[in-house]
């Protein structure tokens, strides 16, 4: 499987790896450790050191609870660091995750190659035509509600066919406004109760046979944590890498992680277990 993706080709055959890159004060995970462009720029070069193929820079949290920030302040996050690292690693390929128009569109100006929308263009479907017209790669997330409140006791009909049936619909509509590349995320941990998490997780092969690619997301997750006895975040890394090798062997295509080293790791093995054919 090959994505194209702004004028590059990012080869699927085999699952690859998208590095997390806060460059906030308060993401839940690494909030603060990469607030600088500098620091920022060293982070990148360890990640790809790593293993990682895809880096995904954000400039506002998104973790439950956390509020929106500015503009311009997100703009001032993201901007010089996309700016230096898409020019430093020409062979790597970089992703926006944002909700706002503007943003996105300072990225792939920049020359980032993806937009990561947790919103699944709920909040902006003008990210469909702004994708197809860099030829960048559009991740379509589920979500329910924003940051704020998405965890003040979410409810679904089936969260299998609720997810589903949004991720489908959004990606026939990125279709239709000329997108050609789109990858779905059920959306882990974003406005789903722990059974409905470990639902979807069970389901990843039911979202693989839509033909997309999937992205999936679990890592150092508060359902890790709940399911290891309230576990805290720095010691979540064996359950990440459980819950992320599970979604390999269901057809998961890109793994969203904080840890690479690890990840990578945990691809290698996949890999040697189940070669490509």
Do not use: C, W
Not at 27 to 32: P, Q
């Amino acid at each position: 499987m090959l994505l194209k993706a702004a004028g590059k080709t990012l080869d699927l055959t085999t699952p690859v790896i998208m590095g997390v890159l806060n460059v906030t004060p308060d993401s839940f995970s690494d909030g603060g450790r990469f607030n600088s462009a500098a620091v920022a720029m060293q982070r990148i070069g360890q990640m790809i050191s790593e293993g990682a193929a895809i880096i995904d820079v954000g400039g506002e949290s998104t973790r439950p609870g956390s509020g929106p920030v500015s503009l311009q302040d997100e703009l001032a996050r993201i901007k010089p660091v996309l700016e230096q690292a898409v020019k430093a690693f020409p062979d790597t390929f970089f992703s926006i995750d944002t909700t706002k128009y503007e943003v996105a569109s300072v990225a792939l100006e920049a020359g980032a190659h993806f937009i990561n929308d947790i919103s699944g263009l709920k909040k902006e479907p003008r990210f469909a035509e702004l994708a197809a017209r860099y030829g960048a790669a559009l991740v379509i997330m589920h979500s329910s509600g924003d940051p704020k409140t998405m965890q003040m006791n979410p409810e679904y009909g089936n969260v299998i066919d609720d997810v589903y049936t949004f991720l489908t619909a959004q990606a026939e509509f990125a279709r239709s406004e000329g997108v050609g590349s789109i990858i779905i995320d059920p959306g882990i941990g974003f406005g789903k109760k722990l059974e409905h998490n470990l639902a979807l997780l069970s389901s990843i092969s039911t979202f693989a046979n839509t033909g997309y690619p999937v992205l999936v997301g679990a890592s150092n997750k508060s359902m890790i944590g709940n399911l290891l006895d309230n576990r805290p975040v720095e010691k979540r890394l064996a359950g990440t890498l459980a819950v992320h090798y599970d979604a390999l062997t269901k057809g998961a295509k890109i793994i969203r992680v904080h840890d690479v080293r690890e990840a990578f790791d945990s691809i290698l093995i996949y890999n040697a277990i189940n070669p490509p054919p």
